[in-house]
């Protein structure tokens, strides 16, 4: 399969503790975003990567919340001292440069903190 | 800011009825793709619309980009069990991230 990969794709966590996903995106896609989507809800943009640049961050990403994508191709995201409210499904999608932003979405890691 | 309006939230026909959600966006859109995710799964591509007017289909389903490019339709024609989920639309104002309307979520009675 060489679709964008996630994982998790479960993870329970504890309120207070620290939680890291891994996306594995299309290979030779240069772009590379993470959405979190809340039940019943449209994906929420969070962050995108051209190669390992970070070019944009939403508002809804604090100072809890860092990505990184050291070498232009997989990315972490991780949460600090996680929050009930983070609770969500945390999906990253990938595109390839000069697609005019078709994406390609991962299969999603669930998080849900007690 | 930049947001994208989609209705109705939930649709629920018998098998076999047409479906048609509705997206709006308050200011102009670069383009506008449309996304299909199932119960439990991930959002999944279905189509970019990038010209004005533009109508495209795909067997049952024909989707529309408005003259003025700021709405946009899809419609289903005779609706089956498989096209149970929710449809989403995402609007793309050039810069690289999307916009997602809140879905549509369809259901069909066989």
């Known amino acids: 399969d060489t679709g964008v990969s996630q994982n998790p794709r479960h993870k329970i966590t504890k309120r207070g503790q620290n939680v890291t996903f891994r996306c594995d995106p299309i290979?030779?896609?240069?772009?590379l975003y993470w959405y979190r989507q809340t039940l019943g809800q449209g994906p929420e943009f969070l962050t995108y990567?051209?190669?390992?640049?970070?070019?944009?961050k939403s508002r809804l990403l604090s100072d809890r919340f860092s990505a990184e994508r050291p070498k232009g191709s997989f990315s972490t995201l991780e949460i600090q001292r996680t929050e009930q409210g983070d609770s969500a499904m945390y999906l990253c999608?990938?595109?390839?440069?000069?697609?005019?932003?078709?994406?390609?979405f991962g299969p999603g890691t669930r998080l849900t903190v007690l | 800011g930049q947001q994208v309006m989609q209705i109705p939230q939930y649709q629920h026909v018998q098998e076999g009825e047409d479906f048609t959600t509705y997206c709006n966006s308050s200011t102009t859109l670069s383009n506008i793709q449309w996304y299909k995710q199932r119960p439990g799964g991930h959002p999944v591509f279905l189509i970019q619309?990038?010209?004005?007017?533009e109508v495209k289909k795909q067997k049952r389903l024909t989707f529309q980009f408005g003259e003025a490019k700021k709405n946009s339709s899809l419609h289903i024609t005779a609706t089956q069990t498989t096209d149970v989920g929710t449809y989403f639309c995402?609007?793309?104002?050039?810069?690289?991230?999307?916009?997602f309307g809140q879905g549509t979520r369809l259901t069909i009675n066989p």
């Open positions: 999608a990938s595109s390839p440069s000069g697609s005019l932003d078709t994406q390609y």
């Open positions: 990567f051209q190669n390992e640049a970070q070019l944009e």
């Open positions: 619309l990038v010209k004005s007017g």
């Open positions: 290979s030779e896609h240069n772009r």
């Open positions: 995402a609007g793309g104002w050039g810069a690289q991230k999307l916009v």
